[in-house]
């Protein structure tokens, strides 16, 4: 089981970067997915959730309005789509996958990838 993501990358304030998560040897069918991030010196925080089952969207309300969560079913991958991106939004991307749609609570979720880089500076 492993979720790989990926797209993090340099940006201007008010650009846009799409995230992917990628699942292999599992489906996201029956999980539920997040994306959390960390931003240096803070603790990591929750930005977005998918229903697996139902495609039910959640939102963190510092990203509401300028993301947008996904899902390509049949490359099992999951994307995040920011815009209007803020020099704030600067931080590790994770996607973690678990069991209850829209949780916040990291302990709820036990498969994570390895986290991509988003910074957002002029």
């Known amino acids: 089981v492993q979720l790989q993501a990926s797209g993090g990358g340099l940006v201007q304030p008010g650009g846009s970067l799409r995230l992917s998560c990628a699942a292999s040897g599992f489906s996201f069918d029956y999980y539920a997915i997040g994306w959390f991030r960390q931003a240096p010196g803070k603790e990591r925080e929750w930005v977005s959730g998918?229903?697996?089952?139902?495609?039910?969207?959640y939102y963190a309300d510092s990203v509401k309005g300028r993301c947008t969560i996904s899902r390509d079913n049949a490359k099992n991958t999951v994307y995040l789509q920011m815009n209007s991106l803020k020099p704030e939004d600067t931080a590790v991307y994770y996607c973690?996958?678990?069991?209850?749609?829209?949780?916040?609570?990291?302990?709820?979720?036990?498969?994570w990838g390895q986290g991509t880089l988003v910074t957002v500076s002029s």
């Open positions: 998918l229903s697996g089952s139902d495609g039910t969207t």
């Open positions: 973690a996958t678990g069991e209850v749609s829209g949780s916040p609570h990291e302990a709820e979720y036990f498969y």
